[in-house]
């Protein structure tokens, strides 16, 4: 059973919540509610929770105030954020803006509450280890792929979008400002893929029908209930390299005059709705285009340069080591009598003389195995890049346990999931030796 975390003081909204969650009785949920902000900061502290459903627009939370302490202690806060609002009261894209820092991964008007919120928890479940998880940074220096092939559904877009600009933001790749831009140019690049890709919607179709009132949403769920149209997927695809990430979005449709279009939205009004995911692509990528077909389109993001992971507050005073590219952190064979948190920087991971791993500040802590062991170090590690890390003695890792002892709960946590992982792989090998 998974616990849910709802940060809500509205009965109305938690009368949604429980109607949404337990319409499928095959979900297993512990939903729990919270409104202090004592009680609050003690569920997210010790609970680690995978998935917190925040009222955004509930006047009675101290949503400042929480925040404030996960942004000050957000290493170890790795959950996902699902956003609710009232569209009576707040904007959506606002929103997305002034929470930019956390990983609010999709907003939901409360309208939408019923209809999408167990779908969107769901697929944040179904794809958690990708958007969080330590080990899928490991091979960086390599490359990290991944697909999503996503159904014709506008709601749910914004949620992939999320989990694709948070994918980097997790592993220190993109700074908050633009993890925002790029998630809205995703999502708007996605939803020009369902309308006007699968769904066949032409500019002046659309430009029809919101004369009359209606609604993208609308528009695609009137052509969806053509079986052809509704069981058409877009296929979201990334591929994350040391110095960019590559975004490839693909529909099942017909394809379009590419050059005439793009003349037509270069000569738009700037507040135009239409052509506006282009505009927005172009404005915060290094490159954007598009096939001959006109049925993908490739968005190529350069990485921010150094971005640095907020030092958490219990290791603020400890002793900062700023590294050089080049530099060799850790040698094979010392004494293990430190370890480091890593707070900017790419690092390779080096065993006799061979390449095994990679580090970046998702991997949270360097040497921390030889450490809590013991042991002396069993590889080297070279920095790739200019980075910065945090020098933790034994003693002021003991002392700063006995400060903050959810760290010791994260960190207990955090050596679990890798010893499950370790046997995951044993057992896959296993089975594959004996096929």
């Given amino acids: 059973m998974s616990t849910l975390g709802i940060i809500n003081a509205d009965p109305e909204v938690k009368k949604l919540v429980e109607e949404a969650v337990r319409k499928d009785v095959k979900s297993q949920y512990d939903l729990r509610f919270f409104s202090g902000k004592d009680e609050i900061l003690e569920f997210l502290n010790y609970d680690l929770p995978e998935i917190v459903i925040i009222n955004f627009s509930d006047?009675?939370?101290?949503?400042?105030?929480?925040?404030?302490?996960?942004?000050?202690?957000?290493?170890?806060?790795?959950?996902?954020?699902?956003?609710?609002?009232?569209?009576?009261?707040?904007?959506?894209?606002?929103?997305?803006?002034?929470?930019?820092?956390?990983?609010?991964?999709?907003?939901?008007?409360?309208?939408?509450?019923?209809?999408?919120?167990?779908?969107?928890?769901?697929?944040?479940?179904?794809?958690?280890?990708?958007?969080?998880?330590?080990?899928?940074?490991?091979?960086?220096?390599?490359?990290?792929?991944?697909?999503?092939?996503?159904?014709?559904?506008?709601?749910?877009?914004?949620?992939?979008?999320?989990?694709?600009?948070?994918?980097?933001?997790?592993?220190?790749?993109?700074?908050?400002?633009?993890?925002?831009?790029?998630?809205?140019?995703?999502?708007?690049?996605?939803?020009?893929?369902?309308?006007?890709?699968?769904?066949?919607?032409?500019?002046?179709?659309?430009?029809?029908?919101?004369?009359?009132?209606?609604?993208?949403?609308?528009?695609?769920?009137?052509?969806?209930?053509?079986?052809?149209?509704?069981?058409?997927?877009?296929?979201?695809?990334?591929?994350?390299?040391?110095?960019?990430?590559?975004?490839?979005?693909?529909?099942?449709?017909k394809g379009f005059d590419v050059r005439s279009h793009l003349k037509k939205v270069v000569s738009q009004d700037m507040l135009s709705l239409h052509g506006r995911g282009i505009r927005m692509a172009s404005a915060f990528s290094t490159e954007l285009r598009y096939n001959s077909k006109g049925n993908q389109v490739t968005l190529v993001f350069k990485h921010d340069a150094i971005v640095e992971h907020e030092v958490p507050v219990g290791f603020s005073h400890e002793q900062v080591v700023n590294v050089k590219k080049g530099d060799i952190v850790l040698r094979e064979d010392e004494p293990s009598d430190y370890l480091y948190y890593i707070v900017s920087g790419q690092y390779t991971v080096f065993h006799n003389m061979e390449q095994v791993g990679s580090l970046s500040p998702q991997d949270i802590f360097m040497g921390e195995i030889a450490f809590l062991l013991n042991q002396r170090r069993s590889a080297s590690v070279r920095a790739e890049k200019p980075g910065k890390l945090i020098l933790l003695t034994r003693k002021n890792f003991v002392g700063v346990i006995r400060e903050y002892p959810h760290y010791g709960i994260f960190l207990s946590k955090l050596l679990a999931k890798r010893i499950v992982r370790a046997n995951d792989q044993n057992a896959a090998l296993r089975e594959k030796i004996r096929g």
Avoid at 117 to 129: A, F, G, H, P, T
Wanted: glycine share 6%.
């Fill in 59 to 253: 006047p009675s939370i101290d949503i400042e105030g929480i925040l404030s302490h996960v942004r000050d202690d957000k290493w170890i806060l790795n959950f996902g954020i699902l956003g609710l609002y009232s569209s009576e009261k707040d904007q959506e894209e606002s929103l997305i803006k002034k929470y930019n820092s956390i990983s609010v991964l999709a907003m939901l008007d409360y309208y939408r509450i019923r209809s999408h919120l167990l779908k969107n928890i769901q697929i944040i479940e179904q794809n958690y280890q990708l958007i969080f998880q330590q080990e899928f940074s490991r091979n960086l220096l390599d490359g990290i792929s991944g697909s999503f092939a996503i159904e014709n559904d506008i709601l749910a877009v914004p949620l992939y979008a999320g989990i694709g600009a948070t994918i980097l933001a997790q592993r220190g790749l993109i700074n908050p400002e633009n993890k925002m831009h790029l998630q809205l140019a995703l999502a708007e690049l996605i939803v020009n893929a369902v309308e006007h890709g699968n769904c066949g919607i032409t500019y002046e179709e659309k430009t029809m029908g919101m004369e009359n009132g209606l609604s993208v949403v609308e528009l695609v769920a009137e052509r969806c209930k053509d079986p052809l149209i509704r069981n058409k997927r877009v296929e979201f695809l990334w591929d994350i390299h040391p110095e960019e990430t590559v975004f490839v979005i693909r529909d099942e449709g």
